[in-house]
């Protein structure tokens, strides 16, 4: 079974300065690695995700993460948020398969950004 | 092309009532996913259909939860003679056959038990 760890529920930041949502995860097997936002009120929108390859992933909206295996974790980085990137952010593991296997998400991390 | 479509988007009941809840996949996408978003829980597995195979259930919280998938297409969760802790947002998601299992997620049903 595999889980996460998201280590912050609140975050909150001024508009242009950078910021980091850390993520950790458990696992026997190997994974695939996701990251979702979901804005008030709507669905979930896939950010990135880190399938294998480079462990460095780019994604939607300026936003990046970094697959680091020795210390199982998956943080999300942006070098300068605006008042849009306020949300909720979920970070998510699934094994690493072709098969369909349900995401198991981390409890999420608000983001507020503040002028 | 669309994306994943529920509805009622909001729903309202009175405890003890059945609800049915509907999901429309992505056209094409073989695999749907029901999760349960709560705040006391976060996001939570329900149940996953994969074409013609048989359905893992083994997210269901009671057998007061079910779910059937019609024609390999649309899905519907029932929900039986609801229970206030059953209050929270039911997201569909639905992915291709083929390939890495990537999640599109629906908006979500909001459902109230009063």
């Known amino acids: 079974a595999q889980s996460v760890t998201q280590l912050d529920s609140q975050v909150p930041v001024f508009e242009e300065a950078p910021v980091e949502l850390r993520c950790n995860y458990s696992s026997s097997v190997s994974v695939y690695l996701f990251w979702y936002v979901q804005y008030p009120n709507q669905g979930l929108q896939l950010l990135l995700k880190y399938l294998s390859g480079s462990t460095l992933v780019k994604g939607i909206n300026g936003f990046e993460a970094e697959f680091n295996k020795s210390q199982t974790s998956f943080h999300l980085r942006k070098p300068s948020v605006h008042i849009s990137d306020t949300a909720e952010y979920f970070c998510?593991?699934?094994?690493?398969?072709?098969?369909?296997?349900?995401?198991?998400f981390g409890k999420g991390t608000s983001l507020l950004v503040t002028p | 092309g669309a994306g994943v479509s529920q509805s009622p988007s909001n729903k309202v009941t009175e405890k003890g009532k059945d609800v049915e809840l509907r999901c429309d996949p992505i056209s094409g996408h073989t695999a749907l996913y029901w999760y349960r978003q709560s705040l006391g829980q976060g996001l939570e597995f329900l149940i996953y259909?994969?074409?013609?195979?048989?359905?893992?259930k083994s997210g269901l919280p009671s057998d007061r939860f079910s779910a059937e998938r019609t024609g390999g297409s649309v899905s519907t969760l029932t929900i039986q003679r609801t229970q206030q802790e059953d209050s929270a947002v039911y997201l569909c998601a639905s992915s291709p056959k083929e390939g890495v299992n990537i999640q599109y997620f629906g908006a979500g049903t909001r459902l109230s038990v009063l």
């Open positions: 998510a593991v699934t094994p690493n398969s072709n098969s369909g296997y349900a995401l198991n």
């Open positions: 259909f994969q074409g013609n195979s048989a359905p893992d």
